[in-house]
């Protein structure tokens, strides 16, 4: 069976630019989180969706950051403009219905800005 | 245990000992914990979860045991195989789905 989906897997862009984020979650999964993994502050959530609608945002560090899910196959983590300091390794998880603590995290997107 | 920053804590053991990694967790809130294990280049993955009414729970080769007085959690793995070798991650969350992770633990097993 196919896991979590994310691509790119690794992208280098410069600062300034627009960089975009994808994930595909296991089909009949229903929830899907976006975290952000650095050396300084380990694994950070940025935002969950529940049935394709936003639950909870507090994690995405500023206006630079938007997460979309316009269905239930797809989403996407948008950084426009990027820096430097949102160098990291991006994950996308999914899970399904009836929550248990199991995540299932795809490979992630390793993202260097310059 | 857990720590800040760029140094995390390691353990090295050797091929068939049993490991113990420690978590000191923060919210006491917090209704499950689950321990999750991360190799080079790819996404953690679920280990074993153990819920607030718990203190103890079994899988294989896996134990985790939960002290709810000093806000503790630790992973026991039986008979550690080089293949255990990884980043291992507590985390807690509420019920609803928003885990909060630690710091994490390099285990370095030796054959």
């Known amino acids: 069976d196919a896991g979590v989906i994310q691509s790119p897997r690794h992208e280098v862009t410069e600062m300034g630019q627009e960089v975009t984020l994808r994930c595909k979650p296991i089909?009949?999964?229903?929830?899907l989180f976006w975290y952000r993994q650095t050396m300084m502050r380990g694994l950070e959530l940025l935002i969950y969706f529940n049935n394709n609608v936003p639950i909870d945002d507090s994690g995405m560090p500023e206006d630079r950051f938007s997460a979309k899910m316009p269905n239930a196959s797809f989403s996407t983590l948008k950084i426009q403009p990027s820096e430097p300091r949102d160098s990291a390794v991006y994950f996308c998880?999914?899970?399904?219905?009836?929550?248990?603590?199991?995540?299932?995290f795809g490979e992630g997107s390793r993202l260097t800005v310059l | 245990g857990e720590s800040v920053g760029l140094h995390l804590p390691t353990l090295s053991v050797q091929e068939g000992d049993n490991s113990i990694i420690n978590c000191a967790y923060s919210n006491s809130a917090s209704d499950y914990f689950i321990w999750y294990k991360q190799e080079s280049g790819k996404g953690p993955q679920f280990i074993i979860d153990?819920?607030?009414?718990?203190d103890k729970r079994q899988g294989q080769r896996v134990t985790v045991l939960l002290n709810k007085t000093v806000k503790h959690l630790s992973l026991q793995i039986a008979a550690t195989q080089p293949g255990d070798s990884a980043v291992y991650f507590c985390a807690e969350g509420p019920s609803y789905g928003k885990l909060t992770f630690g710091q994490g633990t390099i285990l370095t097993v030796h054959p």
């Open positions: 089909s009949g999964h229903n929830s």
């Open positions: 998880a999914s899970t399904p219905s009836g929550w248990t603590g199991e995540l299932f």
């Open positions: 153990i819920r607030s009414n718990m």
